[in-house]
């Protein structure tokens, strides 16, 4: 890995020392510049752990991806660069508010000076900044409280978002997320899952997405949405051409 092309890839141009500020600037730059993107399911070549093959796309060809490329090639860099990392297995809730299979998605653990973070740049519209593993003090980021709720031996990331309504926003679950350290590969039956089952939420449409200052632009088949604070507007992309104009407009994804 060329670390120094990897980190002008998004931008970072902060300290590197081992320390919790530098690991939330990492954070936040990539996740301002590198796409949660899923258009390699829908007609590209096959996802793959490979930390390379990541490289390649998500470095050299400009790419985003999804949370096993994003968090696979963070992690990496996060270890290039000293920090202490392991994966971690999380099984999203649904709309029904269940949790899905394990390694549903995978997130990233840092330890420092003794302290664990729970690191994400995969996850599309999410926490901005590291949360602290064994803490259950709430986290404010911009609309948005984010808390890990203890679940036996596992964690609950829990999420609020602030409305116009006077009654106090409800939490609800994001991830029910194990904290038991796992190898990539065990990650590989999931990616699999998720590039060729109907099941799959990101075999049913194209999704693109990447957060802005103040808010968060995605793209949902033909429908571009972006918010900013309260505000939230959409367009929509008649043909395929507009289609592409936007990805490389708003996202810097050529397919």
Known sequence: MNKEKYLARFGYTGPLELNLETLAGLQLAHLLAVPFENLDIHGGPPLHLDPEGQYDKIVERRRGGICYE???LFGWLLQALGFEVVFLSAQVHGADGKPGPAFDHMALQVTLDGSRYLVDVGFGDSYMQPLRIGSTDTHRQGKDVYHLQ???????LMRA???SEVAAPKPRPVFLLSLQPQPLAAFEAMCRFHQSSPASHFSRKIICSKAIPGGRISLSDHILITTEGSRRRTQRLATEVDQARALIQYFGVVR
């Open 150 to 156: 203890p679940e036996g031996e596992n964690l609950l």
């Open 70 to 72: 994003l968090n696979g």
């Open 161 to 163: 978002t602030d409305s």
